[in-house]
């Protein structure tokens, strides 16, 4: 997918490059892929996705996966944990240990509030089964409106945070010309077996699963729309059969940060690509 800037967009870039504009400070965020297994392994696994209502400031009327901003309570240390170290998770996600910490906290605590799924169980080997009850959506609006912290939600229920259900997948910075930007960690996670999503989001005007591949299909199409990071991961995870493959391609996986940047001049000016998704995007001839 190779989108052409307007001429308006590409100056704007170039003020910010000389250094006569000052970028705005990125907030940390992060956001799941959750998957479940696709009716066609070649379209990739089926994704959860999420069309943010078209009022919004950020993304506005675009699809993307659940996720949201680190709230300074996803640091807190006592958070009941289950899976890698948070310096296993640092050194991967390439932040410090508190930061990892807040990041992996805020991907899940984010999912359930977005999703109604919940990576948690009562053990290092259970995960919660069922999250649709009253008394579940009564923590789930809690959690939204800041009203309870994720490691006290946590903590009443008699649960850990299973880590090890989450894999890192990429991490993407907001162009530096962009007024909102956020430093977004990607993580996947499969729909954990008995749990069910629902449409709960405000945030969002609808909710839906699609095959990876297909919502690149539709994205094309423009059928749906998508910011260039959530359509190059569908693009990604699409190359792998099912959700387990796409974990284990998770493991290792180079964390590096990669923020977009204007390319050429004039009507042939795009945003840039991480090389890796180079040779995918010429496959699809983007």
């Known amino acids: 997918m190779r989108v052409?800037?307007?001429?308006?967009?590409?100056?704007?870039?170039?003020?910010?490059?000389?250094?006569?504009?000052?970028?705005?400070?990125?907030?940390?965020?992060?956001?799941?892929?959750?998957?479940?297994?696709?009716?066609?392994?070649?379209?990739?696994?089926?994704?959860?996705?999420?069309?943010?209502?078209?009022?919004?400031?950020?993304?506005?009327?675009m699809c993307v996966f659940p996720g949201g901003g680190v709230d300074p309570r996803d640091f807190d240390s006592a958070v009941a944990w289950s899976g890698p170290t948070t310096t296993a998770w640092a050194d991967q996600l390439q932040t410090s240990e508190a930061m990892a910490r807040a990041l992996v906290c805020a991907a899940v605590r984010e999912t359930f509030e977005e999703s109604g799924v919940l990576l948690a169980g009562l053990s290092?080997?259970?995960?919660?089964?069922?999250?649709?009850?009253?008394?579940?959506?009564?923590?789930?609006?809690?959690l939204e409106a800041k009203d309870l912290s994720f490691t006290a939600f946590l903590d009443r229920r008699g649960l850990v945070l299973r880590a090890d259900l989450l894999g890192a997948w990429s991490a993407w910075c907001t162009?530096?010309?962009?007024?909102?930007?956020?430093r977004t960690w990607f993580f996947v996670a499969a729909l954990p077996p008995g749990q069910r999503t629902r449409d709960v989001s405000?945030?969002?005007?609808?909710?839906?699963?699609m095959s990876a591949l297909g919502a690149c299909d539709a994205v094309d199409a423009h059928e749906l729309g998508m910011m260039p990071p959530t359509y190059l991961?569908?693009?990604?995870?699409?190359?792998?059969?099912?959700?387990?493959?796409?974990?284990?391609?998770?493991?290792?996986?180079?964390?590096?940060?990669?923020?977009?940047?204007?390319?050429?001049?004039?009507?042939?000016?795009?945003?840039?690509?991480?090389?890796?998704?180079?040779?995918?995007?010429?496959?699809?001839?983007?």
């Open 202 to 209: 405000s945030e969002s005007s609808s909710v839906f699963w």
């Open 175 to 182: 162009p530096e010309f962009e007024p909102r930007r956020f």
């Open 4 to 61: 052409s800037l307007p001429a308006r967009l590409v100056e704007q870039a170039r003020e910010f490059a000389e250094g006569r504009r000052t970028p705005a400070e990125p907030r940390n965020a992060a956001t799941v892929i959750l998957m479940r297994p696709g009716a066609d392994e070649r379209a990739g696994p089926e994704l959860y996705l999420l069309r943010r209502q078209a009022s919004m400031a950020f993304a506005g009327g």
């Open 233 to 286: 991961t569908c693009l990604e995870v699409g190359q792998y059969a099912d959700p387990d493959a796409v974990l284990a391609a998770a493991t290792g996986r180079d964390l590096t940060m990669f923020t977009p940047a204007v390319e050429g001049d004039g009507e042939g000016a795009a945003m840039s690509v991480p090389e890796r998704t180079v040779p995918l995007l010429v496959a699809r001839g983007g």
């Open 124 to 142: 290092a080997t259970d995960v919660v089964a069922d999250t649709t009850g009253a008394d579940w959506e009564a923590d789930r609006q809690a």
